[in-house]
Each structure stands twice: as structure tokens, then as C-alpha cells.
């Protein structure tokens, strides 16, 4: 399918088929294309946590009001965003540039100083909100590959941030869950799947000026 195609085939699957898993190469495609997200000046200000253990799935279910789709799903991705934005971080992340680009440090000085100036006039609330907005963005790209692979996904706001993060240690990692989304295959009596797709009209929607 095209990814338009792709686009009105999916929607946010409610009921999962337990009974039917992701192939261990169809995650790691998956993974692979989220892992090229784009975020802003490519810090990639989170992480994404893969969580198949079913005893601390069902402990996240009762932090997501018993949704079912956290125990029923084939995987519960989390998105998690770092909670410490800094010059280290920065410092670590011009480091990885240097050896991946296979260039002189110094060639990155100047791009590291307008980096260290964004971070610099920011307060830390601002720098996770920003963390959070970049995982939006990766949440976003894992939607649509999920779609053309033919997997289906439910995103969700619908969960309790701190116990999520006492569940899965987060503070301790120095992150903060900022979403989820449960991929797997939809159950054949999942009756959202027969539901006309709503979306705003192309009037409505956008505003050529």
C-alpha cells in the first residue's frame, strides 16, 4: 500500500488479537524506522522502551484504567523524555557527531554553541516540554510505518505518568513517560475497525494564505 493507503486502512485499534504476535524482524523494521525520527538539531530527546513482560504489562494496565490494550497488544512501546537536558548532553551528543561523521571536533564548535544556547535559555520545565514535543514527532513517524508494515496501533494519553514511571524506574534513568502506543493486530470483533474514518474536511482542515 501507499502510505495514503496505508494512512486510511489504520485507526486507533481498541481490541487486540492476544493470540497473535509481531515477528521479531517486523519489530525490529519497525524500531529501525523510528530510530531515523527527525527531532530538533537531532538530539533525539528521549528514549523508547519495548515492554513484553506480561507481569509489568498487567501493572501498567492498572495505571492506564484498565485498558485492555496494554495486556492484549503484542508490544507496549513507551516514549520517554529526558528529564536532563544538558550542557553534558550536548557535550556527549557533539561527541557521537564527531565519530559517527568521522570528523575533527572542532569542525562542530559552532553548532555546539548555538545548541548549548537553546539549552541555556530554557528552564527545565521548558527543556521537557520540548523533550516531550520531539517524542510526539517519533510517535507520529511510528504510526505511519506501523501502517504501511500492516500493524496495528492504538496511541494513547490515557495513562497515569508517575506510576508509569515508578513502574518502569524512570527517574532513575533520568526520564519521564511522555506516551504510549500498544502495536499489534486487531481482533476480528473489534468493532472500530468497521467505523468510517472522521477527519476534518480539506476546508476546514487548511488554511492556504
Known sequence: MSLLQSLEWRYATKKFDDSKKIS????????????LTPSSYGLQHYKILVVEDAAIREQLKEASYGQSQ????SQVIVFAAETEI????????????????QIERAQLEQFENVILGTVSH???DEKIAWAHKQAYIALGVLVSAASELEIDT??????????????LGLKEKGLTSSVIVTIGYRSPDDHYSHLAKVRKTAEDLFIKI
Open 86 to 101: 544538558n550542557e553534558a548532553y550536548v557535550k556527549r551528543y557533539i561527541d557521537y557527531t564527531a565519530e559517527v561523521r
Open 24 to 35: 521479531a524482524e517486523q519489530l525490529d523494521t519497525l524500531l529501525k524506522t523510528v530510530q
Open 122 to 124: 530554557k528552564t527545565e
Open 154 to 167: 492504538c496511541p494513547m494519553e490515557g495513562f497515569d505518568t508517575s506510576k508509569f514511571d515508578e513502574i
Open 70 to 73: 496494554l495486556t492484549d497488544a
